[in-house]
DNA sequence: CTTACGGCCTGGGTGC
DNA sequence: TGCACCCAGGCCGTAA
């Protein structure tokens, strides 16, 4: 589940190895994913790809102006930031979703869903077996409006900023590390991992936690965060980079996915919970439970399963 | 107003 | 071997 290192790995291998690429013609499969198809398929053709960024956890591929009439060519050195006019292929991985560039003699495969004929004769392909993911094209004002809104990505906020975005909502510090509108780009591996390093309990209410627990855990992020860049992010589920490869951080996880398993500081072992709909990983000797939460419990909230044949169905009557 | 929570989308992995 | 079920992240509707 590609969370913000993982994006920035993708990033950084795209960067590689289709900066400046021009895409030549688009094929797609299924659309459901997509916002507007026929906005790709019209818009993209012709396009050279000058940048590739990561906000949050999207993958921001912009593309210079349509038909530029100056030979274009000069290097992107930076100054295409201009707000205005600026054009991009928006891309989420969702949970399955990937991108890379194949030789275009190379077979797709399964649950390949759009492909970016390159004019070096490569495909940028993008598969993604759930289509959890997105990708849209956007321009201009809409461009903006899609990013505006989201919050600070968690390697530029200040600790100041970041005690102040942990204060501003009365909600657990779970939510609010994966609610991207008050940090863009975390979700659940990297929320659990930093809780874990912070010594913070997942429910705990943020505008609870003292200044020094949230410096703690602003700074347990952005290490966090930083390690797993360097180590190309986390392989849980199937995430390959850019060039196909898994990363390596997930050998570094200490509490996602470690139910059962020892602590690593303590040997108590690790727990699994419900925490803001997610499942939650955390040592429940560490990271001591607020007072009055059922948190400690193993599932809490363990609903009974109801068919698919409309069993469970509960009426208000 | 706020936050919490269930359900939906989908299909690979798992376990029976 | 087959197959039902769980679960994931983001979003949305609704409850409190």
């Given at each position: 589940m590609p969370e913000l290192p993982e994006v920035e790995t993708v990033a950084r291998g795209l960067r590689e190895s289709v900066l400046g690429r021009r895409i030549l013609s688009v094929t797609l499969g299924k659309t459901d994913f997509i916002d507007d198809p026929a906005a790709l398929e019209q818009q993209l053709p012709g396009r050279q790809i000058i940048a590739v960024e990561r906000y949050g956890k999207f993958l921001l591929l912009q593309l210079a102006p349509p038909a530029s009439a100056g030979s274009g060519g000069s290097a992107p050195s930076g100054a295409s930031n201009g707000d205005g006019g600026s054009a991009s292929l928006l891309v989420h991985l969702g949970m399955t979703g990937h991108i890379a560039p194949h030789p275009g003699s190379q077979p797709c495969k399964k649950h390949t869903h759009a492909c970016f004929l390159l004019d070096d004769g490569r495909?940028?392909?993008?598969?993604?077996?759930?289509?959890?993911?997105?990708?849209?094209?956007?321009?201009?004002?809409?461009?903006?409006?899609?990013?505006?809104?989201?919050?600070?990505?968690?390697?530029?906020?200040?600790?100041?900023?970041?005690?102040?975005?942990?204060?501003?909502?009365?909600?657990?510090?779970?939510?609010?590390?994966?609610?991207?509108?008050?940090?863009?780009?975390?979700g659940n591996i990297y929320a659990d991992e930093s809780l874990w390093r912070a010594k913070i309990h997942p429910a705990r209410l943020g505008a609870r936690l003292t200044r020094k627990q949230a410096e703690t855990l602003h700074h347990a992020l952005r290490a966090i965060l930083e390690k797993a860049i360097v180590m190309r992010g986390s392989s849980i589920s199937d995430f390959l980079d850019a060039e196909g490869e898994p990363g390596e951080y997930q050998r570094r996880h200490r509490a996602y996915g470690r139910e059962g398993k020892p602590c690593y500081r303590c040997g108590t072992p690790i727990r699994r919970t419900i925490v803001a709909g997610r499942s939650s990983y955390f040592c429940p000797r560490c990271q001591r439970a607020p007072r009055g939460s059922a948190a400690t419990l193993p599932l809490p909230k363990r609903r009974i399963q109801q068919r698919k044949t409309a069993v469970g169905r509960m009426g208000s009557g």
């Amino acid at each position: 589940m590609p969370e913000l290192p993982e994006v920035e790995t993708v990033a950084r291998g795209l960067r590689e190895s289709v900066l400046g690429r021009r895409i030549l013609s688009v094929t797609l499969g299924k659309t459901d994913f997509i916002d507007d198809p026929a906005a790709l398929e019209q818009q993209l053709p012709g396009r050279q790809i000058i940048a590739v960024e990561r906000y949050g956890k999207f993958l921001l591929l912009q593309l210079a102006p349509p038909a530029s009439a100056g030979s274009g060519g000069s290097a992107p050195s930076g100054a295409s930031n201009g707000d205005g006019g600026s054009a991009s292929l928006l891309v989420h991985l969702g949970m399955t979703g990937h991108i890379a560039p194949h030789p275009g003699s190379q077979p797709c495969k399964k649950h390949t869903h759009a492909c970016f004929l390159l004019d070096d004769g490569r495909e940028l392909r993008y598969t993604d077996a759930r289509r959890f993911g997105r990708m849209a094209y956007l321009a201009g004002a809409a461009l903006e409006e899609e990013l505006h809104g989201f919050g600070a990505d968690p390697l530029e906020v200040s600790a100041e900023g970041f005690v102040e975005r942990m204060r501003m909502r009365r909600a657990r510090v779970k939510a609010l590390l994966l609610d991207q509108s008050v940090l863009r780009g975390v979700g659940n591996i990297y929320a659990d991992e930093s809780l874990w390093r912070a010594k913070i309990h997942p429910a705990r209410l943020g505008a609870r936690l003292t200044r020094k627990q949230a410096e703690t855990l602003h700074h347990a992020l952005r290490a966090i965060l930083e390690k797993a860049i360097v180590m190309r992010g986390s392989s849980i589920s199937d995430f390959l980079d850019a060039e196909g490869e898994p990363g390596e951080y997930q050998r570094r996880h200490r509490a996602y996915g470690r139910e059962g398993k020892p602590c690593y500081r303590c040997g108590t072992p690790i727990r699994r919970t419900i925490v803001a709909g997610r499942s939650s990983y955390f040592c429940p000797r560490c990271q001591r439970a607020p007072r009055g939460s059922a948190a400690t419990l193993p599932l809490p909230k363990r609903r009974i399963q109801q068919r698919k044949t409309a069993v469970g169905r509960m009426g208000s009557g």
